[in-house]
């Protein structure tokens, strides 16, 4: 199976959180937040008033209480609206 998305919706999925800071402090999990990087799975084919600006396998930073989480054949993704992406990791 596969997930299309419609309109000027795009599929994310998560990356893992680190568990150690490049300073070398191991984080606890209880204190761990949900990372808001994502890589780009599938993007829709836009509409009339947006045009799609983020590619399959761009890394991005999306708002915080954004999407819908879906899981598909024991994978974790999120659907999000372009709007809600904040930026492009290069």
């Not at 599938?42 to 930073?61: C, L, S």
Request: glycine letters at 8%.
């Amino acid at each position: 199976m596969k997930l299309v998305p419609l309109g000027d919706r795009v599929v994310l999925k998560q990356l893992a959180a680190e568990e150690t800071t490049k300073s070398g402090i191991v984080l606890p999990g209880q204190e761990k937040e949900k990372p808001q990087q994502a890589e780009v799975i599938a993007v829709g084919p836009g509409t009339e008033d947006v045009k799609m600006e983020v590619a399959v396998g761009d890394q991005i930073i999306y708002s915080k209480y954004s999407g819908t989480e879906v899981k598909l054949e024991e994978e974790k993704y999120i659907i999000v609206k372009q709007e809600d992406i904040l930026a492009v990791i290069k």
